[in-house]
C-alpha cells in the first residue's frame, strides 16, 4: 500500500510540474510577443499606444515623390528607427502587404509598408484610398522597417481617381 501512495504522490508531483511549465511558458511567451506583426516600437509592450504623435519628426506632403523616395530609402536603411513621420498618400495593397505611395510624372511609385496595430487588415484602408497616415518608423522584421500606427491617426480622404489618356 505505502508504494501505492509514492507512486501517486510522484504522479501529482509530475503533474504539477507540468502545469507550472505550461504556465511557464504561456507567461514567457506571451512577454516575448511584441506587437501583432513582430515589430518593435520602443515602448516594450511592441503596441503604440504610449508614442506621442503630436511631435511629428517628417512630414509627407500629397504628390511630393521625391521627398517620399528619400524616405523611403532613409527608413529601409534603418536611419528612421523611432522616428515619427506623416505621410498623405495613396493606399497601394498589390499583394500581400499595405503600402502608403507617392507617384512620379512617369507614373513610377515609391512608398513604405504600413501596419495598424490591433487592426484586422480587412479593415484597412483600400488599394487607392487617398489617406493621411502618422505613426512610427517601426523594425518589422530584421532589417526590414515599416510605419506602424493605430486606428485613429489614419485620416481617409476621398479616393484619387487615376488619369487615363483616351
Same mark, same amino acid.
Given at each position: ?8 504522490? $510522484? ?12 504556465v511557464?511558458?504561456?507567461?514567457v ?17 511592441? !503596441? ?9 519628426d517628417v512630414s509627407?506632403g500629397? !504628390?511630393? *515623390?521625391?521627398?517620399?523616395?528619400a ?17 498623405d498618400?495613396?493606399?497601394?495593397h498589390?499583394?500581400?502587404?499595405y503600402?502608403?505611395? +507617392?507617384?512620379n +510624372?512617369? !507614373?513610377n ?5 504600413f ?8 479593415? *484597412? ?5 487617398h $489617406? ?5 518608423i ?6 526590414? *522597417?515599416? $510605419?506602424?500606427?493605430?486606428? !485613429?491617426?489614419?485620416? $481617409?480622404?476621398d ?6 489618356? +483616351?
Open positions: 500500500m505505502a508504494k501505492n501512495n509514492n507512486n501517486m504522490i $510522484i504522479g501529482i508531483v509530475v503533474a504539477v510540474v507540468v502545469v507550472i511549465a505550461i511557464i511558458g504561456v507567461i511567451g506571451n512577454n516575448n510577443k511584441v506587437g501583432d506583426n513582430g515589430g518593435q516600437s520602443g515602448d516594450n509592450g511592441g !503596441g503604440t499606444s504610449s508614442v506621442d504623435y503630436s511631435d511629428v509627407v500629397f !504628390g511630393d *515623390y521625391e521627398v517620399m523616395e524616405q523611403a530609402k532613409a527608413i529601409q536603411n534603418g536611419e528612421m528607427t523611432g522616428k515619427i513621420i506623416q505621410v498618400g495613396i493606399v497601394s498589390p499583394i500581400k502587404t503600402s502608403i505611395v +507617392e507617384r +510624372e512617369n !507614373g511609385a515609391v512608398g513604405t509598408e501596419i495598424i496595430d490591433g487592426v484586422d487588415e480587412s479593415n *484597412y484602408p483600400q488599394d487607392g484610398e $489617406i493621411i497616415i502618422t505613426g512610427e517601426v523594425e518589422k522584421e530584421p532589417l526590414y *522597417y515599416v $510605419i506602424k500606427t493605430t486606428p !485613429g491617426y489614419i485620416e $481617409i480622404l479616393a484619387v481617381e487615376e488619369e487615363t489618356n +483616351e
